[in-house]
């Protein structure tokens, strides 16, 4: 892998964002406010700090006002282009479909309703230097619907999606962003939706390919209830005044 690649990135955006109730009746959840800001703008804004120049945005529900929102990019210091899915591919095919888009290489997965300001040149890096199938975010949570298992090197050695009875413990789990080898997204299905724990990390595991892991350092908030979606501005706010 060319560790001098350009950095280029996917978010995933297509989501109807049900969960969310009223706050997505009339738009779509990237564009939900957290503390002042669109939810996608953090996001964008953080690739571009990261020093990633191409971004591929995935559209379904009310796709229009992302892409009047973002445009082309360039307010963000990004090229951005789209994708869109007349019926949802998942997260998997979503990807599949945007790395074309790009032109391959290397690629940086961003689950459209996550909020983190990790360092995401530092997982890029991460995955350079080991030559990783995947490279996935981790942290620390009790109950989550994708367990991870790692050795002491910080390599994945199980990985289990949307286990029958979660146990109340903390484990590591996936963030919801990832760093994919060209080799892996050459895996994806493209007969149908298909979904990225379930359908590629979970067999890559199996498989025992390199699968490796970067510990969340920053915050990180998954923006899926209206809950959460208070909690995350909260915690923001609560930032901007310490």
Known sequence: MDPHSALKAVVLTAGIGSRLGSHTQERPKPLLDVDGVPLIDHILLNLAR?????VALNLHFRGEMICDHVGDGARFGLRVVYSSEESLLGTAGGVARMSALLGGGPLLVHYGD???????????????????????????????????????????????????????????????????????VARISTQGPSDLPRDLFVPLVAERAVVVAVPLAGYRFAIDSPTRLEEARAALRARARS
């Open 50 to 54: 990261a020093g990633f120049q191409d």
């Open 114 to 184: 996550i909020l983190t300001d990790h360092d995401l040149a530092a997982l890029w890096r991460r995955h350079v230097d080991v030559d990783a199938a995947v490279t996935m975010l981790v942290h620390r949570r009790v109950g989550s619907n994708s367990i991870v298992t790692l050795d002491e090197q910080q390599r994945v050695v199980a990985f289990v999606e949307r286990p029958a009875r979660p146990e109340a413990v903390e484990h590591w789990v996936y963030s919801g962003v990832a760093v994919l080898s060209p080799r892996s």
